[in-house]
């Protein structure tokens, strides 16, 4: 997040009136101080729950990155997590706001058990087709939005939303019946609704290093970061899609069609969240099953990688570090139960630094914004 | 001036402002007094809005003091300066288009919401200062000239003792700003304010104001009484150079129109057999609300042609540029460029068809401000610089370099973000990118506006330059004389339709004014 303050001047149209060093001490102190006010609050949350702060930092230390092999699981939430945000961060680059990641996630995990099935087989082949419907999945869920905002003129917010709670719906439905994703008799544990596991050959190999074993779509999702990164600043496409996000006006007469970019992005925003199911069914890792497609099977990783790319702050590179903190926080809060903690804690504090890490640029908007008094007074 | 005189309204010594390397502001002094007009000219670019946004707190600055009233004080924000009894009228909008005017003037309104308060201030206002202004009116709905009275009314209102105009009149007739200057004189004198006026509109601050500071590259150039100067010395003072001033007070609606019809534009007459590379037919366009913005247009231009086309503000000039832009549909008509039938508001079929257009709100559809001046060289065209997809990062900074250095445009480099830029200097951005397309259509609206008395000696040149080299070129503008004195054929737009037509060589001004009024010919 080294790059803060040039998003701020890039992402913040008003005029800056501050010294660029200044500017940046400034954000660095506004930083500090909000993530240390989080960090307060979260201890003394701990302490009035019983708990005091200390073993619980350390057991949330130990269960992310400290305890043996625990980064390596880290590393296997984060990658979803990544994943997710990057389709955010293309959508939102094109001034979309898609907050259906969860549903469409979803639906990408439960089509990747689908056609993971009916096509087979094994090896690299398999693997990638089961990623691949996963993606397929996702943009077809997220393609429902697009439709309907761009023949109905549906407000993607609303549509994609709604959307989430249609996609547990349907999975659910479809795991109750054996030729949709439901395991067949033989197979299962119990009569829970639950899909049969995602055959040895199709499954994401895993790696081990240092002891850490983590499958390796964690390489994929780093060099699909680099890729959108790379694509948005330096491609004749990603150059249409940002003016488009910027002033779809000055796009419109430039030949972006609203249309076809707008649903381009979409779609490929639930690609990204689609693809990141299927790696989370295909990847393993204690958080996703057990290569079982099962309801609620998305665990909130739609919902979170969301608010990666927020802090992040729509910049592809910065959802990585990001995206592993917001992982650690969740592979820490198994261990912060054998404090006596309710584990669960850690999605307050969750919440706390997303607040914290929004706070600052909030701040240094809206004061611009008084200074300014409106954004476009102020530029010239 | 007196040694027994009050203290100035306002007193600024040694102002400077730095953004990097380039000096907005470099120690600057402004004295402005009660009961008086002071006008600031300078280049685009010349620091005239940054010393502006200072004194109203928008800016601060890095080094320099400001005394209001005798007393030394910082201004952190506007609202430090609204405290101080300062206000602004801003070059560029902040109007937000759904909403009606009152609700635009109570925008950012602390405290409980008085609209019929509201809406009776505003009608106080536009009677005392001629503006009329209808407070229920949607902004949206609203003329380029309209909405400056609004911004105008949104400053006064608050009854600031010294009031700031930033180029308020760049989008006002000559006549409006007249109007508008005399109110203000009175007030000025009757109830001891000081005023502020940055203008480019020369003819404009020798009328109005009663002492002068020049600038240039953010340093005062020159300090004068208004009284006993001349256009002449101002534009030299300004620029540094003798600049043709014909161009520029045709521009700025000041030539005597009738010394015009016998210049180089008459000899360049185009042969009327060529086939028009724009030509439009039977166009309608419908606005919001059911209204006919255009009404069966029919408008033809050939190539070397510049066709102007004359009206007063509101009579379908918008919707004229935004079908040149894509960015409307016909309801019936057609438009055809070099022959082939233009799918109107499809987008970028206009530009794709060789149709260049330098829209009237540079801001609207001109630019994004939030990229890089290098980007929004190539907003229409990249793939002048990109390879298989690829932006080429070493050609898009050469082309911009090559452009900033041709269009003289004023910026810490070619990636200095496009709101960084003075308002002069965006539109030569827009220019700039516009030209070097080779358009065979070249749609100029309002294309002198913001700009220095220079720079507008170049837009000229450049536009007749277009028009020698084959372009086919409109000019859409409110200023009469500026298009009698570049136009070849001149057209007058009255409530959506051409309604009359007339070669350069037979020109007649009253005829010109009964059409624009909408007596038929
Ligand atoms: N926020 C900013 N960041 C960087 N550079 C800036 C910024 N604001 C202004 N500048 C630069 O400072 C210089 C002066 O700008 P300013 O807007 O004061 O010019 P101006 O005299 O108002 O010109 P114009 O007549 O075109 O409106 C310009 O070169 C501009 O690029
Ligand atoms: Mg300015």
């Known amino acids: 997040m080294t790059d803060m303050p040039e998003t701020s001047v890039s992402a913040s149209p008003v005029a800056t009136n501050v010294a660029r060093g200044t500017r940046i001490t400034e954000w660095l102190t506004l930083y500090s101080l909000s993530v240390l006010a989080a960090l307060v609050l979260s201890a003394m949350l701990v302490e009035t729950t019983g708990g005091s702060w200390r073993p619980v930092l350390s057991a949330l230390i130990d269960g992310s990155v400290r305890a043996p092999g625990r980064w390596g699981e880290t590393l296997g939430a ?38 993971g099935f009916l096509v087979g087989g094994s090896g690299a082949f398999s693997v990638i087709v089961v990623l691949l419907a996963g993606a397929l999945g996702g943009a077809l869920w997220a393609g429902i939005a697009g439709v309907l905002k761009y023949w109905r003129g549906v407000p993607e917010v609303l549509s994609t939303l709604l959307l989430v709670t249609i996609a547990g719906q349907a999975v659910a439905f479809g795991l109750r019946y054996d030729w949709l994703l439901l395991a067949p008799q033989a197979n299962r544990g119990n009569r829970n609704q639950v899909s049969d596991q ?92 057990n290569y079982r497609l099962v309801p609620g099977f998305s665990a909130n990783i739609g919902w979170t990688g969301l608010l990666v790319a927020l802090v992040a702050r729509e910049k592809a590179l910065v959802a990585i570090p990001v995206a592993f903190v917001f992982a650690g926080l969740r592979t820490g809060s198994g261990f912060v139960g054998s404090t006596g903690v309710e584990g669960r804690i850690t999605d307050v504090i969750q919440g706390l630094l997303v607040l914290a890490l929004l706070i600052p640029p909030a701040v240094i908007f809206i004061r611009d914004r008084r200074r300014a008094r409106s954004a476009t007074t102020a530029r010239t | 001036m007196g040694a027994s005189a009050p203290a100035p309204a306002v007193e600024l010594t040694g102002i400077t402002k730095k953004y990097g390397a380039v000096v907005a502001c470099g120690d600057v002094d402004l004295t402005l007094h009660r009961g008086r007009i002071h006008g600031i000219l300078g280049e685009n670019g010349a620091g005239k809005s940054t010393l502006m946004k200072i004194l109203i707190g928008l800016v601060l600055p890095d080094s320099g003091t400001i005394a209001v009233d005798g007393k030394r004080c910082t201004i952190h924000d506007p609202i430090d300066a609204a405290r101080l009894g300062i206000g602004m009228v801003h070059q560029h909008f902040s109007l937000i288009d759904a909403l009606t005017v ?32 209808e407070p229920d009116a949607r902004v949206g709905d609203l003329t380029a000239g309209l909405r400056q009275r ?14 700031v105009f930033d180029e308020p009149t760049s989008v006002l007739t000559p006549d409006e700003s007249l109007q508008l200057f005399a109110a203000l004189r009175h007030v000025v004198a009757a109830e001891n304010r000081a005023v502020v006026l940055v203008s480019h509109k020369l003819d404009e601050v020798l009328a109005s104001t009663d002492e002068i500071t020049i600038m240039r590259q953010g340093r005062v150039v020159d300090r004068r009484p208004t009284a006993g100067t001349a256009a002449r010395q101002l534009a030299t003072a300004m620029v540094g150079r003798e600049v043709s001033l014909r161009a520029e007070r045709a521009a700025l609606g000041v030539i005597a129109v009738d010394d015009v019809a016998h210049d180089e534009t008459a000899e360049h007459e185009v042969d009327d057999s060529v086939a028009p590379a724009l030509s439009i037919r039977d166009a309608t366009v419908i606005g919001a609300g059911g209204v006919r913005l255009l009404d069966q247009l029919d408008l033809d ?87 298989r997809g690829v932006i080429d990062q070493a050609a898009l900074n050469e082309f911009a370099l090559r452009m900033i250095a041709d269009f ?28 070097s397309d080779q358009p065979t259509v070249l749609v100029a609206a309002q ?19 277009a028009a020698q080299a084959g372009v086919a070129v409109l000019l859409i503008s409110s200023e009469l004389e500026e298009i009698i004195d570049i136009a070849t054929r001149v057209v007058v737009i009255h409530r959506g339709r051409i309604v009359g037509e007339m070669a350069h060589h037979e020109l007649d001004l009253e005829r010109l004014g009964l059409l624009m009024g909408g007596a038929a010919a």
């Open chain 2, 408 to 435: 003289g445009i004023q910026c810490s480099g070619p990636d200095a973000p496009m709101w960084s830029l003075s308002g002069g200097n965006q539109q030569r951005v827009v220019l700039a990118r516009e030209l």
């Open chain 2, 102 to 133: 009152w609700e635009n003037v109570a925008l950012g309104d602390a405290g409980r919401l008085d609209p019929q308060a509201v809406r009776s201030r505003i009608g106080e206002i536009s009677d005392q200062y001629g503006l009329g202004i």
């Open chain 2, 150 to 163: 609004v911004e105008i009314i949104k400053c006064l209102r608050r009854d600031p003792s010294i009031v």
């Open chain 2, 447 to 465: 294309p002198t506006r913001g700009l220095d008395v220079g720079a507008i000696e170049y837009m000229t040149e450049r536009l007749r330059a």
């Open chain 2, 301 to 387: 231009v050939r190539p070397g042609e510049i066709v102007g086309v004359a009206g007063v503000e509101g009579n379908g000039q918008r919707a004229l540029g935004d079908l040149l832009s894509s960015l409307v549909r016909l309801q019936s008509g057609t438009v055809m460029a070099g022959g082939q039938q233009v799918a109107a508001g499809r987008s970028g079929a206009m530009s794709r068809a060789g149709i260049a257009v330098i829209p009237e709100d540079r801001h609207d559809s001109g630019c994004v401000l939030d990229m890089t001046v290098a980007e929004n060289l190539v907003l229409v065209n990249q793939r002048r610089v990109a390879r």
């Open chain 1, 78 to 115: 984060a990658t979803p997590l990544l994943l997710v945000a990057l389709g955010t961060v293309i959508s939102a680059k094109a001034g979309l706001v898609n907050i259906g990641q969860e549903g469409q996630l979803l639906i990408g995990s439960a089509m990747a058990t689908y056609l």
């Open chain 1, 198 to 289: 995602v055959a040895e050959g199709n499954r994401v190999p895993r790696v081990t290093v240092f002891g850490n074993e983590f499958p390796i779509a964690v390489f994929i999702a780093v060099a699909l970061a680099v890729f959108v990164a790379w694509a948005l600043a330096r491609t004749v496409w990603g150059f249409r899609l940002r003016m488009l996000g910027r002033n779809p006006r000055a796009a419109q007469r430039a030949g972006v069609s609203q249309t076809r970019y707008g649903s381009m992005a979409l779609l490929l925003s639930g690609a990204f969240a689609g693809f990141a199911g299927a790696a989370m069914l295909a990847g393993g890792g204690f958080a996703f099953g």
